[in-house]
């Protein structure tokens, strides 16, 4: 069909936001709309359109981008200092979590590998988080730093965990912890090359000479990163995606103050990304689900409220932590609910799992139904808790309160919103 499949598939993603622009109150993230039009007009419904080469190779370069801009949103300043023991801890109870309930789903007869279905629980679609947290203006308080930190981490754990357990290229265990040590070893001599040669006058001079014109010369230069850390993760027997979502935090730690130094670089990063090919990642993705299996029986479908229970159980009771810290139970609720929205790590270790057998059709389709429903359901209840809770602390003049971590307010930046 030549271009046609890519023409409907970009015709879809265009359509998405001018579709949420007319209707303001549909509560639908883009991301889900973006799915659910590529499954109305995908194979499973009408067959419009299919995912053919061109639309295929587009969606695999799109999920490596959502991972390299979700690596561009950790702040390494969430994962260390005085609330890196907290955030740690709820990130073990996760884990626990996570193992507990992928072993009983599997002792029960429902999943077929227990490690891919907890590993996929584990993540936090922490490209939404941020745009909510901000539109409600709970990003600098200690409520939102505390859910941008776990996310961050969970975020982290899913994506190395699923590369590292199941990666088409696998071999032992302790191998594979040794490369992961050595991609992690390069990734650090790569921070450190990086702003040594940052601190030369004439090459900080000829990148602000030439980013804005023809040559683009930031966004060539993390097009570099991204593919090169991309095939370093795939010499070294782990999954591509790993390599881009490594490749986002190296360059928040190369250019850590890159939205205040040269804003345009971030916002052009997501006009490729959000605008371009993580759109056509999500609406393949919606082509190519299996929403036959999902109706199969009753049973598949009784499974998507479990695996959406199962997501607030491992995402957000550990959240209940963060009462320690001195949230209050609205503010612990709410970021209970975000920790547990999840979509983009488990569209991609389905994927992953179906490639390697390591998960049914069936089980597949349900758990990324609940991943959909998670987007919808969570935030729409969290963000009246988080409103609620901004209101009881905020004073007579309204003033909300402000995070500190006893030298002074911290801000966490912020990047465009990927998801909607």
């Known amino acids: 069909m030549g ?25 639908l993230p883009g991301a889900v709309l973006e799915i659910l039009a590529g499954i109305i007009l995908g194979p499973a419904v009408l067959h419009v359109v299919e995912a053919d080469t061109a639309v295929d190779m587009l969606s695999v370069i799109g999920l490596g981008f959502l991972l390299f801009l979700a690596g561009l949103e950790i702040d390494i300043q969430q994962l260390r200092g005085p609330r890196a023991r907290l955030i740690g801890t709820g990130l073990l109870a996760s884990a626990a979590l996570a193992a507990a309930v992928g072993w ?19 993540a936090t679609s922490l490209g939404l988080l941020v745009p909510i947290l901000k539109d409600s203006g709970a990003i600098d308080r200690l409520v939102g730093q505390l859910t941008i930190g ?49 601190r030369w006058a004439w090459l900080t001079s000829a990148l602000s000479r030439l980013a804005d014109t023809s040559a683009q010369i930031r966004i060539r230069l993390a097009m570099l990163l991204v593919v090169g850390l991309s095939a370093m993760a795939l010499h070294l027997g782990f999954e591509a995606i790993l390599g881009a979502f490594v490749a986002g935090a190296v360059l928040r730690l190369v250019d850590p103050h890159a939205e205040r130094s040269h804003p345009r ?4 990063l997501a006009g490729l990304g959000y605008g371009f090919l993580v759109p056509v990642f999500f609406v393949t993705s919606g082509i190519q689900f299996n929403l036959g299996a999902l109706f199969e029986d009753a049973g598949t479908i009784l499974r998507v409220p479990m695996f959406l229970a199962a997501l607030l159980l491992v995402r957000g009771l550990p959240a209940l932590l963060y009462r320690a810290a001195g949230l209050s139970w609205p503010d612990v609720a709410a970021g209970a609910l975000l920790q547990a929205t999840s979509l983009p790590v488990i569209v ?53 309160d402000c995070k500190t971590n006893g030298s002074g307010p911290q801000s966490v930046v912020a990047i465009s919103d990927g998801m909607s």
């Open 150 to 198: 776990g996310a961050s981490a969970g975020e982290v754990a899913a994506v190395v965990l699923l590369s590292l357990l199941f990666s088409e290229r696998s071999s032992g265990a302790g191998s594979k912890i040794l490369l992961l040590l050595a991609l992690a070893g390069i990734s650090v001599l790569i921070v450190a090359a990086s702003v040594r040669i940052g």
């Open 104 to 122: 009983l789903m599997h002792i029960a007869g429902l999943v077929e590998n227990p490690l891919l279905v907890g590993t996929a629980l584990m």
């Open 265 to 268: 670089f971030h916002m052009k």
């Open 348 to 400: 991609a270790a389905v994927t992953i799992g179906l490639k390697l057998d390591a998960i049914r059709p069936e089980n597949a389709s349900a758990l990324v139904a609940a991943g959909l429903l998670s987007v919808v359901i969570f935030p729409l209840i969290a963000l009246p808790l988080l409103h609620r809770s901004r209101q009881q602390v905020a004073g007579p003049g309204g003033i909300r």
């Open 3 to 27: 271009y046609d499949n890519l023409l409907i598939v970009l015709a879809i993603a265009a359509g998405v936001p001018l579709l949420l622009a007319t209707v303001p109150r549909l509560p």
